[in-house]
């Protein structure tokens, strides 16, 4: 198993419940940009469910050497690497904060994602999930750079499930709203919206078993962005969201 943002709650929710479930695997790839707790992490996984790890220390915002991942392959991957950034006025305008949200969200992470992707491809089997979010489903002045970013990467999976669906590989956007994690810890959301980690790794898994193509989590945000989504832009533009 591939796990790319391995310190993501919802990543390590999804492994667990993934072991729990009694899959095993040659190895589980944690990719991170923070070795150290990672490192956490594995031990956790190996102690509980005798699951050996191998960490792969990988930062999306630098130039990386692909050839030297080519020893890792595996049947699944699960992609929960996300930056959220500063989304207020205070980073709108800001060089480096731009580009971090881009780069993580985007740019960087389809290129990681392509790599493994094309030995899928050569199988002709397995499955890749990744993680977007409702902020790609249309601009909002409160977060519309994480929001394009991750617009981008729901059509970059929507195309590449078109692309291996006929080469036996299959791709789930999973579309969160509000979750309660590390991401969003300084941000005030409300409960009724907000799933936890464990709850969000549940969904994914039984949309995982069905083969889904998409799924949010929870249901309810498939209604709030089906409104948002069909409201006419010259009432939108004039909305504060």
Same mark, same amino acid.
Not at 123 to 137: C, D, P, R, T, Y
Not at 144 to 151: D, E, L, M, R, V
């Given at each position: 198993m591939i ?5 993501s ?6 492994? !667990?419940?993934?072991? %729990?479930e009694?899959?095993?695997?040659p ?7 923070n070795? !150290? ?17 191998e ?6 915002? =630098? ?8 020893h ?8 929960a690497?996300?930056?959220?950034? =500063? ?5 709108l305008?800001?060089?480096w ?5 881009v780069?993580?969200?985007y ?6 994602i392509?790599h ?5 491809e050569?199988?002709g089997?397995g ?7 409702v ?9 519309f750079?994480?929001?394009? &970013?991750?617009?981008?990467f ?5 195309g590449?499930?078109?692309y291996?669906?006929? %080469? ?16 969003? &810890?300084?941000i !005030?959301t409300? =409960? ?12 994914i ?5 069905? %083969? ?5 989590v929870?249901f ?10 069909n409201?006419p ?9």
């Amino acid at each position: 198993m591939i796990v790319i943002g391995s310190n993501s709650d919802v990543a390590t929710a999804f492994v !667990e419940k993934v072991l %729990k479930e009694g899959k095993r695997f040659p190895l589980v790839y944690l990719f991170t940009s923070n070795v !150290e707790k990672t490192a956490k992490l594995a031990q956790h996984i190996f102690a509980k469910y005798e699951q050996e790890c191998e960490i792969v220390d990988f930062d999306l915002t =630098k130039e990386n050497d692909y050839s030297r991942l080519n020893h890792i392959d595996s049947e699944l991957l699960f992609c929960a690497a996300g930056y959220l950034g =500063k989304n207020s006025e205070e980073g709108l305008y800001d060089d480096w904060n731009t580009k971090q949200i881009v780069e993580i969200n985007y740019s960087k992470l389809i290129v990681l994602i392509n790599h493994f992707a094309k030995k899928f491809e050569a199988k002709g089997s397995g499955s890749i999930i990744g993680l977007s979010s409702v902020a790609g489903e249309r601009g909002r002045q409160s977060n519309f750079i994480y929001g394009s &970013a991750k617009a981008g990467f729901t059509a970059y999976l929507a195309g590449l499930r078109n692309y291996l669906f006929h %080469k036996k590989v299959h791709v789930m956007t999973v579309i969160p709203g509000f979750m309660d994690t590390q991401m969003t &810890a300084d941000i !005030e959301t409300p =409960k009724p919206l907000t799933a936890q980690p464990d709850q969000a790794a549940d969904i994914i898994y039984k949309a995982y078993l069905k %083969k889904r193509n998409v799924v949010y989590v929870t249901f309810v945000w498939w209604g709030i962005m089906m409104i948002i989504r069909n409201v006419p832009e010259f009432i939108f533009k004039k909305m504060k969201m």
